[in-house]
């Protein structure tokens, strides 16, 4: 059955490469995505949708559907201050998620980040984890937390921790096994197609997923397109 995906931060890298794979999968119908100002081009299956994130009532009539991606995330350098970032990592995936849980939608997927702890002593950690803490007490039938290492992919803006934590990991690549693998760098792209995978075939409850379990979800993904071609349009 044909679904409707809400996706809340499709602009960013990973939230651009999860529009553009739902919209070429025929297992969703509709494709909504929440956006401040018009930014994105028409294309068959997409509804853009203006809110305003502080509009609680405009928001209920936009979180209809079937799954929500939360994709959205900012720096602290970006942001201008640590108010605004939690703003941003905190309240908005947080107030979407109530509201949303409140309109009877069935899945909640959230990119969280490799190292999120509520109890973190580190500003940006704490904040993912008490993002993830929040939500999950919202007790989704299906909630996903997707926590990647460094994301790799052609950004609009470029972000010096990132490209540098790129380096060092691809620098101890093979290094990095066992329990140390999850923090390989992951193609944005493969954390997408992680979450569609999730949302179409994970059964329900609460689950996270750290770098090497969303490439092997992403892998599945891949192998179901080649083994369903009709299925990507």
């Given amino acids: 059955m044909s679904q409707t995906a809400v996706v809340i931060g499709a602009t960013g890298l990973t939230g651009s490469n999860l529009v553009t794979l739902l919209l070429h999968d025929d297992r969703f119908s509709k494709v909504k995505v929440l956006l401040r100002t018009p930014s994105l081009k028409q294309r068959p299956g997409l509804e853009p949708v203006i809110v305003d994130f502080n509009d609680e009532e405009g928001l209920a009539q936009a979180l209809t559907g079937d799954a929500v991606f939360c994709c959205i995330g900012t720096t602290i350098r970006q942001a201008g201050s640590q108010e605004q970032f939690r703003e941003v990592d905190f309240g908005i995936p947080v107030r979407c998620a109530t509201i949303a849980r409140r309109q009877g939608v069935k899945q909640f997927l959230l990119m969280s980040s490799i190292g999120a702890n509520a109890a973190s002593k580190t500003f940006y950690l704490r904040t993912k984890g008490e993002t993830e803490n929040a939500i999950m007490a919202l007790a989704f039938p299906g909630y996903h937390i997707f926590r990647p290492s460094i994301l790799v992919g052609a950004r609009k803006e470029f972000r010096f921790g990132e490209w540098f ?18 923090y390989r760098a992951i193609k944005a792209e493969n954390v997408a197609r992680g979450m569609i995978y999730a949302a179409t075939n994970t059964p329900n409850g609460a689950h996270i997923y ?10 599945w993904e891949k192998e179901r397109i080649i083994r369903n071609p009709h299925q990507a349009q």
Wanted: proline letters at 0%; zero cysteines; a positive charge.
């Fill in 165 to 182: 934590g790129y380096i060092l990991t691809s620098l101890f690549f093979f290094f990095l096994l066992g329990k140390w693998k999850k």
């Fill in 210 to 219: 750290e770098s090497d379990k969303i490439k092997e979800m992403a892998n």
